[in-house]
């Protein structure tokens, strides 16, 4: 969501010159029709940018975009919003404390600079801008953030499907409230452990692949558990010693009253959060809204979190494109395009495996290079661009097929489905299998005719957050007996779970579900239980 | 056209509240980690920020992750220069890191700067002066004014503005009080008339009747008066009571030749203490600063902290340098009198009969509390440790010891000793508990 750098870019002077500049501005602007000069910028200013921005990038790109708000933060105000998840408006927790000071500490030493912007998936779209930016910055972010992540956001189905853009601020806003009052009528400490609970489980705390279930009426439960007071009622020893007609009735009995809690319940299922928040039954109403409200802070950012290259990809390409055509156009100077040329390079600069610096696939890098080589496949395709995407190589309209792949793909999915041989081999990617039970990894595929597909297979999968996630799930709990609720973990490729934060986090779902909790690792191939872990093992 | 909004005028620090609850969290770990860093460092240095490393406990946010050191998996790096499918490649050593899958530090490993107000809370945490309130003086004695609404009566300078003028302005739209404007707008009609050269009878009755009109107004505007006294309202101060809390630290310190640099520097550095404390937690405690040699003296902070001097040592002059000003200024019936004393126990030979004398005479019937703090040799700690064998103030002061739940004696032997004495003595206790 942010652009940032390694610490830099808002100290950069190439404005300097100009700063006589300043009081004939509008003079000299209007005579060379440049959009602005120099460094300073003002409101008047950030305007004009944006609307001759806006025009191009709706005449020559096909935007589509929510309205926008800009908001003028300094240094500080944007290290308060780090913090906070990003999120103008949060709730108050001990944690947001915690990474303030970190991310305090990183910006002071000089360890990272602050991002240029932050953007809000919200309608209007909210974007953030630092005010040390200079002018020329001012544009670039404008072009990164208020069209390209806002075209994203508006458009990618992912954020369609799953997100409210126009009603998260207000909930938020509630959820801050909501949460204060409860801090002032509980306590903060009451307060702090139903959150601290819920965050370690906000990873297990969204739904991947469908909505909520729809809930069974208020009356229809109602009457399940009149139903089960009757029978406890009635409960009469002397049915116990009727013979059984057969001896496989019997199991086959508790089978199906298994079957039959396990419907009744919606089992097994993988959103955890959500489970506790329906079913718990130790917590009070006020502790079940503040699990959804965690919940559904988890499940707003679900989709940022699938689309991280694809979004980040988006905006450069959206912004490198946009601060070209200005150019072009002789909107901008070239003292300022050098400035964001820079700034544009220090943001996609990628380093290798083996260089010091390197720490992951930088996404605006992997994203801009797909989205330009979405470009060149559509508009000078070679031979083997024909062979591996018949359907878009040389069908020249660069623009649809690049707003089509925004609209319709997160990373896993866009990756593979676009990430091409040329690409691999610019990128020089290779497969490294690690196996932990060997001193040594394997070099597995490299950028050659046998290995794109796997080099493309295997990134995809990485970007695949529903994969590359521990896979939780609540499969059994009775009810009326012990009340242990039974998670399963599929464990996939012998990748057993963390143990020390395991066995925190399990006392976390003990806190919020009240009675013994047990994990059993299942292994996904085989269906064997690999080993078993239960709170009774654990202790306080 | 998008909106534009300037946040930059928004307040600051928007989450210090969660810094202060994530302080909260680590209370007991950063307290533990400040007070091992003042105890080997020097004392003064509490009087300032400090960087401290995260709390472990209490500040994990665990959730389930996969284990690092299990399974199968793929990494997908970029820049290969000369592998070839099949090539090997060792791991770099144990503990995962390394150049492949770049692993950064973990956020919880990093130091943080806490601000002077929170050291010196953490610090001073759980200490407190025993019985700071004396029971007799629980009777108001102060009174301050605090704003309670508004009064039909008070002195000119209590006048409220705002809410007169309103009172005005509503009795003059209710009496329907003649505005400038109308009476202006009359005027200027009449002085038309008036310079039309030729005037008929029809123009003459107009003007007489503009005339009385105007008349009636400017009486009735006499009658109904611009700010009339019941129009006035004045701010109105409830006298608030203020319990008594006055408290003199009377620190009384021996810089007599006997005391050598490392007593001094010992003795010193409790008052250093002693003062941070008093400053931090009670805003308005007064303190008064007696050093003693043969003769005994009232110094300022300064002078105490700072100054050199030599001579014998005669500890009843402070006792009696105490007690004067106690009587002066400090009359114990409206103070809460507290004392403590530090010295190397050394006294000239008769006058320690004479301290305890002072003490049970006087200065133990003014006082609340009463420390003395005695430095000794490092050698010599073991040997007194526990007895009550000791120099002729320690011997001294043991009699008083038993006879005064209100006194308190300990021996400081290193730098180390300080804190722990210090706390012991100002420890918040529920009830001054005394073996006696």
Request: aromatic share 10%; with cysteine.
């Amino acid at each position: 969501m942010a652009i940032q750098t390694s610490k830099s870019g808002q100290t950069s002077k190439f404005g300097q010159t100009s700063k006589p500049g300043q009081t004939s501005k509008s003079g000299q602007t209007s005579k060379s029709g440049l959009l602005f000069s120099g460094s300073d910028w003002d409101f008047k200013t950030l305007s004009r940018a944006y609307e001759a921005i806006e025009a191009i990038a709706i005449e020559e790109l096909h935007l589509d975009i929510y309205p926008v708000q800009m908001e003028i933060i300094s240094s500080q105000q944007m290290l308060d919003a780090y913090s906070s998840v990003g999120m103008p408006l949060m709730y108050r927790h001990w944690s947001f404390g915690k990474h303030f000071l970190y991310q305090e500490l990183l910006y002071r030493k000089g360890g990272r600079g602050l991002a240029y912007e932050l953007v809000i998936n919200s309608n209007p779209c909210i974007v953030y801008l630092m005010e040390e930016n200079t002018m020329a910055l001012q544009a670039l972010v404008t072009a990164h953030a208020a069209l390209g992540h806002n075209h994203f956001f508006k458009n990618n189905h992912l954020f369609r499907q799953w997100t409210d853009a126009s009603a998260i601020l207000s909930y938020l806003d509630f959820a801050k409230g909501y949460i204060a009052r409860c801090e002032e009528r509980h306590g903060v400490a009451a307060v702090e452990a139903i959150l601290d609970a819920a965050h370690a489980l906000m990873e297990q705390g969204v739904f991947r692949y469908r909505r909520p279930p729809k809930l069974s009426s208020e009356r229809q439960r109602e009457g399940v558990r009149e139903r089960l007071e009757y029978e406890e009622r009635s409960y009469n020893d002397l049915w116990r010693t009727l013979p059984r007609s057969k001896d496989g009735t019997k199991a086959s009995g508790t089978d199906l009253g298994i079957a039959e809690r396990k419907k009744t319940l919606n089992l097994p299922e993988e959103n955890l959060l959500y489970f506790l928040e329906k079913n718990s039954l130790v917590l009070e109403p006020w502790q079940r809204e503040i699990i959804r409200i965690v919940r559904v802070v988890a499940q707003y950012f679900y989709p940022q979190r699938q689309t991280q290259v694809m979004n980040e990809g988006c905006a450069t390409f959206v912004h490198y494109t946009l601060m070209n055509m200005l150019f072009d156009r002789g909107l901008i100077s070239e003292g300022a395009m050098l400035e964001i040329l820079r700034n544009h390079s220090n943001v996609i600069f990628q380093p290798g495996f083996d260089d010091p610096r390197f720490s992951g696939i930088n996404p605006y890098a992997l994203g801009l290079d797909m989205m330009q080589d979405i470009q060149r496949i559509s508009t000078e395709p070679t031979a083997e661009d024909r062979d591996w995407f018949p359907d878009i190589a040389g069908n020249g309209n660069w623009r649809e097929t690049l707003l089509d792949a925004w609209a319709n793909h997160r990373d896993e999915s866009f990756i593979r489905q676009y990430l091409s041989p040329a690409l691999m081999r610019r990128w020089r990617f290779f497969v490294l299998a690690d196996a932990a039970s060997e001193p040594h990894y394997e070099v597995a595929s490299i950028h050659n005719e046998r290995g794109y597909e796997k080099i493309r297979a295997g990134l995809a999968q990485s970007y695949d957050i529903g994969a590359s996630r521990p896979d939780i799930q609540v499969v059994d709990v009775d009810l009326l007996g012990d009340r242990q609720l039974r998670l399963e973990h599929k464990v996939k490729n012998g990748i057993m779970l963390e143990e020390a934060s395991r066995d925190a986090t399990l006392r976390h779902i003990r806190t919020l579900w009240g009675y013994e909790v047990s994990l059993a690792a299942i292994d996904a191939q085989t269906g064997g239980t690999l080993n078993e872990r239960s709170t009774s093992q654990i202790g306080e | 056209m998008p909106i534009f909004v300037d946040r930059r005028l928004n307040p600051k620090d928007k989450s210090l509240g969660n810094r202060q609850r994530f302080l909260k969290r680590a209370r007991e770990e950063l307290k533990r980690s400040i007070r091992d860093r003042i105890r080997t460092g020097k004392i003064a240095d509490v009087d300032s920020e400090h960087a401290v490393s995260m709390p472990a406990r209490g500040t994990g946010e665990p959730s389930f992750s996969d284990a690092k050191d299990s399974g199968r998996r793929q990494h997908i790096l970029p820049g290969n220069k000369h592998f070839a499918p099949g090539d090997r490649v060792p791991k770099p050593g144990q503990g995962g890191g390394g150049s492949s899958p770049g692993k950064t530090a973990s956020e919880d490993e990093f130091r943080f700067v806490l601000s002077r107000e929170e050291v010196l809370d953490l610090f001073f945490e759980d200490l407190e002066l025993p019985d700071m309130v004396k029971l007799n003086l629980k009777e108001i004695l102060s009174f301050k004014p605090r704003r309670a609404g508004f009064a039909a009566t008070g002195s000119p300078t209590n006048i409220n503005v705002g809410r007169t003028m309103r009172n005005s302005h509503g009795r003059r739209i209710a009496l329907r009080r003649p505005k400038q404007e109308e009476l202006d707008a009359i005027a200027k009609q009449l002085a038309i008339l008036e310079a039309e050269p030729q005037s008929a009878a029809p123009a003459r009755q107009r003007i007489a009747a503009l005339r009385e009109e105007l008349e009636r107004l400017e009486r009735r505007r006499k009658r109904i008066a611009y700010v009339d006294p019941v129009d006035i309202r004045f701010n109105r101060f409830d006298a608030q009571p203020v319990p008594n809390a006055n408290a003199v630290m009377f620190c009384l310190m021996d810089v007599s030749g006997s005391m050598g640099e490392r007593e001094k520097d010992l003795a010193k550095r409790f008052f250093v203490l002693l003062h941070l404390f008093l400053k931090r937690r009670y805003d308005r405690t007064e303190i008064v600063f007696i050093r003693h040699t043969h003769e005994a003296q009232e110094v300022d902070e300064e002078t105490f902290f700072y100054n050199t001097q030599s001579g014998g040592t005669v500890v009843s002059t402070a006792l009696e340098e105490m007690h004067r000003i106690v009587a002066q200024r400090y009359p114990s019936n409206e103070w809460n009198i507290y004392a403590a004393q530090a010295s190397d126990g050394d006294n000239f030979v008769t006058d320690s009969e004479r301290c305890i004398g002072l003490m049970d005479g006087q200065i133990m019937r003014l006082c609340q509390y009463f420390a003395y703090v005695e430095i000794i040799d490092e050698r010599e700690s073991h040997i007194f440790g526990s007895t009550d064998n000791g120099t002729s103030l320690w011997r001294a002061y043991s009699v008083v010891n038993q006879r005064w739940p209100n006194f308190q004696m300990s021996r400081i032997a290193n730098a180390a000793d300080i804190y722990p004495v210090f706390r012991q003595l100002f420890a918040r206790q529920p009830v001054l508990q005394k073996s006696a």
